[in-house]
Protein backbone atom coordinates (compact mmCIF):
# COMPACT_ATOMS: atom_id res chain seq x y z
CA UNK A 1 0.00 0.00 0.00
CA UNK A 2 0.93 3.24 -0.54
CA UNK A 3 2.32 5.68 1.92
CA UNK A 4 -0.52 7.96 2.26
CA UNK A 5 0.41 9.48 5.42
CA UNK A 6 3.66 11.21 3.37
CA UNK A 7 1.19 12.01 0.81
CA UNK A 8 -0.99 13.88 3.17
CA UNK A 9 1.47 15.83 5.14
CA UNK A 10 2.54 16.76 1.51
CA UNK A 11 -1.16 17.87 0.80
CA UNK A 12 -1.52 19.93 4.42
CA UNK A 13 1.48 22.08 3.50
CA UNK A 14 0.98 22.98 -0.25
CA UNK A 15 -3.08 23.63 1.45
CA UNK A 16 -1.41 25.89 3.91
CA UNK A 17 1.13 27.45 1.25
CA UNK A 18 -2.17 28.85 -0.65
CA UNK A 19 -3.87 29.85 2.32
CA UNK A 20 -0.74 32.37 3.32
CA UNK A 21 -0.33 33.56 -0.62
CA UNK A 22 -4.50 33.88 -0.47
CA UNK A 23 -4.33 35.94 2.86
CA UNK A 24 -0.87 37.85 1.51
CA UNK A 25 -2.80 38.77 -1.43
CA UNK A 26 -5.99 40.17 0.43
CA UNK A 27 -4.07 41.96 2.70
CA UNK A 28 -2.24 43.87 0.04
CA UNK A 29 -5.29 44.46 -2.01
CA UNK A 30 -7.45 46.45 0.97
CA UNK A 31 -3.96 47.67 2.44
CA UNK A 32 -3.21 51.63 2.10
CA UNK A 33 -0.01 51.23 -0.37
CA UNK A 34 -2.16 49.74 -3.27
CA UNK A 35 -5.16 52.25 -2.28
CA UNK A 36 -8.71 52.50 -3.18
CA UNK A 37 -10.49 52.13 -6.55
CA UNK A 38 -11.15 55.81 -6.68
CA UNK A 39 -7.24 56.73 -5.61
CA UNK A 40 -6.41 54.44 -7.93
CA UNK A 41 -8.61 56.47 -10.60
CA UNK A 42 -7.88 59.64 -9.40
CA UNK A 43 -4.09 58.84 -10.06
CA UNK A 44 -4.87 57.12 -13.36
CA UNK A 45 -6.53 60.51 -14.38
CA UNK A 46 -3.41 62.58 -13.32
CA UNK A 47 -0.85 60.65 -15.36
CA UNK A 48 -3.82 60.83 -18.38
CA UNK A 49 -4.11 64.69 -17.94
CA UNK A 50 0.37 64.92 -17.46
CA UNK A 51 0.84 62.37 -20.90
CA UNK A 52 -1.62 64.97 -22.75
CA UNK A 53 -0.19 67.98 -21.47
CA UNK A 54 3.73 66.70 -22.50
CA UNK A 55 2.42 65.97 -25.85
CA UNK A 56 0.87 69.18 -26.99
CA UNK A 57 4.43 70.36 -25.77
CA UNK A 58 6.20 68.71 -28.00
CA UNK A 59 3.74 69.02 -31.04
CA UNK A 60 5.50 71.67 -32.46
CA UNK A 61 8.07 69.42 -32.82
CA UNK A 62 7.11 66.75 -35.11
CA UNK A 63 8.03 66.65 -38.24
CA UNK A 64 10.88 69.11 -37.57
CA UNK A 65 13.35 67.63 -40.25
CA UNK A 66 10.35 68.49 -42.55
CA UNK A 67 9.75 72.00 -41.57
CA UNK A 68 13.61 72.93 -41.73
CA UNK A 69 13.79 72.13 -45.33
CA UNK A 70 10.89 74.24 -45.76
CA UNK A 71 12.25 77.39 -44.13
CA UNK A 72 15.41 76.93 -45.46
CA UNK A 73 13.49 76.33 -49.26
CA UNK A 74 11.39 79.79 -48.29
CA UNK A 75 14.57 81.78 -46.80
CA UNK A 76 15.95 81.22 -49.96
CA UNK A 77 13.24 82.26 -52.06
CA UNK A 78 13.11 85.13 -49.78
CA UNK A 79 16.50 86.40 -50.78
CA UNK A 80 16.44 85.77 -54.50
CA UNK A 81 12.63 87.49 -54.79
CA UNK A 82 13.34 90.34 -52.10
CA UNK A 83 16.69 91.26 -51.96
CA UNK A 84 18.61 93.15 -54.85
CA UNK A 85 21.67 91.69 -56.86
CA UNK A 86 23.68 94.79 -57.30
CA UNK A 87 23.78 98.17 -55.82
CA UNK A 88 22.41 99.47 -59.39
CA UNK A 89 19.22 97.32 -58.09
CA UNK A 90 19.06 99.15 -55.40
CA UNK A 91 19.34 102.44 -56.78
CA UNK A 92 17.45 101.94 -59.85
CA UNK A 93 14.36 101.09 -57.64
CA UNK A 94 14.99 103.80 -55.30
CA UNK A 95 14.74 105.75 -58.53
CA UNK A 96 11.75 104.31 -59.92
CA UNK A 97 9.82 104.57 -56.51
CA UNK A 98 10.60 108.71 -56.70
CA UNK A 99 9.82 108.94 -59.54
CA UNK A 100 6.46 107.27 -59.60
CA UNK A 101 5.00 109.49 -56.49
CA UNK A 102 6.66 112.56 -57.80
CA UNK A 103 9.34 113.42 -55.35
CA UNK A 104 12.79 114.21 -56.47
CA UNK A 105 16.24 112.83 -54.81
CA UNK A 106 18.48 115.33 -53.64
CA UNK A 107 20.92 113.42 -52.17
CA UNK A 108 21.55 109.53 -51.48
CA UNK A 109 24.18 107.66 -50.09
CA UNK A 110 25.12 103.72 -49.88
CA UNK A 111 27.13 102.34 -47.38
CA UNK A 112 27.65 98.40 -47.55
CA UNK A 113 27.87 96.90 -43.61
CA UNK A 114 29.52 93.80 -42.41
CA UNK A 115 27.48 90.99 -42.93
CA UNK A 116 25.15 89.67 -40.31
CA UNK A 117 23.84 86.10 -41.81
CA UNK A 118 25.99 84.07 -44.35
CA UNK A 119 24.71 85.08 -48.44
CA UNK A 120 23.55 88.50 -47.41
CA UNK A 121 24.76 91.91 -46.72
CA UNK A 122 23.27 94.66 -45.20
CA UNK A 123 23.62 98.13 -46.63
CA UNK A 124 22.81 101.56 -45.27
CA UNK A 125 20.75 103.92 -47.41
CA UNK A 126 20.76 107.89 -46.50
CA UNK A 127 18.95 110.17 -48.78
CA UNK A 128 17.61 113.13 -48.83
CA UNK A 129 14.60 113.89 -50.88
CA UNK A 130 12.01 116.63 -51.58
CA UNK A 131 8.07 116.99 -52.53
CA UNK A 132 5.06 118.25 -51.23
CA UNK A 133 4.22 116.15 -48.08
CA UNK A 134 1.45 113.98 -49.64
CA UNK A 135 3.70 112.81 -52.31
CA UNK A 136 6.43 111.76 -49.65
CA UNK A 137 3.72 110.30 -47.64
CA UNK A 138 3.03 108.08 -50.72
CA UNK A 139 6.87 107.45 -51.00
CA UNK A 140 7.42 106.25 -47.92
CA UNK A 141 4.34 103.62 -48.23
CA UNK A 142 5.06 102.77 -51.55
CA UNK A 143 8.91 102.40 -50.54
CA UNK A 144 7.77 99.73 -47.83
CA UNK A 145 5.98 97.48 -49.89
CA UNK A 146 8.23 97.72 -52.69
CA UNK A 147 9.54 94.29 -54.20
CA UNK A 148 12.69 94.82 -53.26
CA UNK A 149 13.71 95.05 -49.46
CA UNK A 150 13.86 98.24 -47.55
CA UNK A 151 13.09 98.93 -43.83
CA UNK A 152 12.89 102.38 -42.94
CA UNK A 153 15.07 103.48 -40.13
CA UNK A 154 14.20 106.83 -39.62
CA UNK A 155 12.10 109.89 -40.46
CA UNK A 156 12.97 113.78 -40.66
CA UNK A 157 10.79 116.16 -42.58
CA UNK A 158 12.11 119.91 -42.92
CA UNK A 159 10.31 122.73 -44.78
CA UNK A 160 8.69 126.22 -44.96
CA UNK A 161 4.73 126.70 -44.15
CA UNK A 162 4.85 127.81 -48.42
CA UNK A 163 6.77 125.32 -50.93
CA UNK A 164 8.19 121.81 -50.85
CA UNK A 165 8.93 119.39 -47.65
CA UNK A 166 12.55 118.07 -48.09
CA UNK A 167 12.58 114.49 -46.42
CA UNK A 168 15.59 112.81 -44.96
CA UNK A 169 15.71 109.03 -44.80
CA UNK A 170 17.33 106.51 -43.13
CA UNK A 171 16.64 102.89 -44.11
CA UNK A 172 18.63 99.73 -44.98
CA UNK A 173 18.19 97.08 -47.44
CA UNK A 174 20.42 93.80 -48.25
CA UNK A 175 22.23 92.24 -51.32
CA UNK A 176 22.63 88.88 -52.02
CA UNK A 177 25.95 87.50 -51.99
CA UNK A 178 27.36 85.77 -54.34
CA UNK A 179 24.25 86.42 -56.72
Not at 151 to 175: K, N
Amino acid sequence: MPDLGGSRRKLKIVIGAMIAIDVIAIAVFFSPLVGSADSRSLQMNLLRADLTKKNREVEPLRGMDKKIVLAKDQIGNFYKQRFAATDSDLTNELGKLAAQNGVKIQTVRYRQEDPEAPGILPVAIEGTFSGDYLQLVRFINTLERSKIFFTVDAVDLAGESAGPVRLQITMHSYLRMGA
